[in-house]
């Protein structure tokens, strides 16, 4: 009976959130390792389906870099980096278009489909809903091929999915004027889109469990629960943030900056961190906000 009632108490400690967040837009980002994991997988599409029947509408967009790193290797292709960004000729453009459009989206929508929730897989091709120029490096002597920064989002679509009850699955692919795909850092088209969704939160699932204070310990306790926009970015400057957290630390600052009230870095190896995080008090991560808005 004490864990009836326990449960009991759980859902009354989301009733507030679940008012609060009811018919609001997340936009959640998720890749990497916790992509590897078959059950980590399943438990997230169950959380967005969750969320979607509560009135939350989440849309998701993936990264899949470990899935292109193994697929170049079966048509033997190095996979070659320059400052965390991958060398993409043209050959490795079609290969990241294949796992990122062809196997990974459609395995992420085939997933929530079959729990009875209604999903939509679309690149940022769709609908012209990335419109994409290439990336050059501030060294000119440097080309990194195919990839990508946004020029323009266009939303239109994504209204159309949410209003019709779909949850979208958006893949970190855009073309340009001539018809040329680019491959675009996941974490910052995740900021883009939230700002241009005018999403509630943006969050974020790595395999880390936030930003910690210093990054070079692995004791938890070092986590930050919170920081304002000010404070990350002293600790770029810094260099208190470092390798792959970099971008995610942008994506948040630059969608708090315009408009979408929090971002969480949030550890998706933790089973319903999504739940945790958005209807629990304490919450779990590392929530990124302007300093005006600390006091909501």
């Known amino acids: 009976m004490n864990k009836i009632i326990k449960k009991a108490g759980i859902l009354v400690e989301a009733l507030p959130y679940i008012r609060k967040f009811s018919g609001k837009i997340f936009l959640i980002k998720y890749g990497g390792s916790v992509m590897q994991n078959s059950k980590l997988e399943k438990s997230i599409m169950k959380d967005l389906i969750l969320l979607k029947y509560v009135g939350i509408n989440p849309v998701l967009i993936h990264g899949g ?13 190095e996979a070659k980096f320059i400052n965390g960004l991958r060398i993409t000729d043209k050959e490795t453009i079609d290969i990241v278009e ?40 501030k060294n000119e002597d440097l080309d990194l091929g195919y990839v990508g920064q946004i020029q323009k989002i266009n939303p239109g679509l994504l209204y159309e999915l949410i209003d019709n009850d779909y949850i979208p699955i958006v893949s970190p692919v855009g073309a340009d004027d001539q018809g040329n795909s680019y491959n675009i850092n996941a974490d910052t088209v995740a900021g883009e889109l939230a700002v241009s969704l005018k999403a509630d939160k943006l969050i974020i699932l790595t395999d880390v469990d936030g930003i910690r204070f210093r990054p070079d310990e692995g004791n938890r306790n070092s986590i930050v629960s919170s920081l304002c926009t000010e404070e990350i970015k002293i600790w770029l400057k810094e260099e208190k943030i470092k390798g792959g957290m970099i971008p995610k630390a942008q994506a948040c600052i630059d969608a708090v900056s315009n408009g979408v009230k929090r971002s969480h870095i949030l550890n998706g190896k933790r089973l319903h ?15 990124i906000y302007e300093k005006e808005l600390s006091n909501e």
């Not at 961190?273 to 929530?287: N, R, Y």
């Open 65 to 77: 870099g470990p899935e292109i790193n193994k697929t170049m290797k079966i048509y033997k292709k």
């Open 98 to 137: 294949m796992v990122l459009v062809g196997k990974i989206n459609k395995k992420i929508v085939t997933m929530i489909n079959s729990q009875g929730a209604k999903s939509v897989g679309i690149s940022g091709k769709d609908g012209n809903l990335i419109k994409a120029k290439k990336l050059y490096c």
């Open 273 to 287: 961190a999504l739940l945790l995080e958005i209807f629990t008090d304490q919450g779990i991560g590392t929530m």
